[in-house]
């Protein structure tokens, strides 16, 4: 069983280790060996990365346009939820079954549909309509994890908290937000990785402009007849740093919300 569980991390970690290995390799120690231990440590990738495009603007643009998609998408689940579960809405159920649904359909089927409303909206090319975009994406899974924890939520305690006279929107806030921690913290790093870490959307939705994301800035540095891959490992490592500095501050969230979803 140990052998077992030392193969299966060592090929998680391999494509880890094979990035950060060829991001200090030259080109030309690539070219001799790309699967091997570099001959020599170089940090001219990194160099070159920084200079061939604007990393601290790029790395903003993602920042902003992540946690507004992020931010969006965690406060309209969170009302969804609560309308789903505690408020007995009429078809609520068929809401969630129509949201969650979204979850089966790929992005690359509604694509050109969600681009040509961003353009009629006049937001192409900007953060607003990148926002919306990720958004439209993360709701489904957020809507879906949050519906999950707030049945688990005993309807006495949204009943005392009528009895005391608080409305829909304090009992939301503050009786069913601070018991939903984990599960919030969970599905936001969910969300945040994928949006961090995605292409497609900024790609279509930004175009060339100079507010697109950390991604799709590497993609670009493959030129038309030359890919380094030194220096698109090097880009790589760069657009990873902010996604494990994340995790390492919100590791024991992400761990209580796993822990106590599966307890329920």
Do not use: C, H
């Amino acid at each position: 069983m140990t052998l077992v569980l030392v193969v299966v991390a060592a090929a998680a970690l391999y494509p880890l280790m094979f990035t950060i290995i060829n991001s200090v390799k030259s080109r030309t120690g690539y070219s001799q060996n790309p699967l091997g231990l570099p001959s020599g440590i170089t940090f001219e990738n990194y160099i070159d990365t920084f200079n061939r495009m604007n990393v601290l603007r790029l790395l903003l643009n993602t920042i902003i346009t992540t946690g507004g998609g992020l931010l969006l998408s965690t406060v309209a689940a969170l009302f969804i939820a609560y309308a789903v579960t505690k408020l007995r809405m009429p078809f609520g159920n068929f809401l969630f079954l129509f949201i969650i649904s979204m979850l089966v359909i790929p992005s690359q089927v509604v694509i050109y549909p969600l681009y040509e409303t961003i353009l009629n909206l006049g937001m192409g090319g900007s953060y607003q309509g990148l926002i919306l975009a990720y958004a439209a994406f993360g709701l489904p899974m957020s809507t879906y994890l949050l519906v999950a924890y707030f049945r688990a939520i005993p309807d006495e305690l949204i009943e005392a908290a009528r009895l005391d006279g608080a409305g829909d929107m304090r009992i939301l806030f503050e009786v069913l937000l601070p018991v939903s921690t984990p599960a919030i913290a969970a599905l936001s790093i969910l969300n945040f990785v994928w949006m961090w870490n995605d292409l497609l959307l900024p790609l279509v939705i930004m175009g060339g402009s100079d507010k697109t994301t950390l991604m799709v800035g590497i993609a670009l540095l493959s030129g038309q007849y030359d890919v380094s891959i030194p220096l698109i490992s090097a880009g790589l490592i760069i657009a990873l740093l902010p996604v494990l500095v994340v995790y390492l501050l919100f590791q024991r969230q992400i761990l209580s919300g796993a822990i106590s979803g599966a307890v329920r």
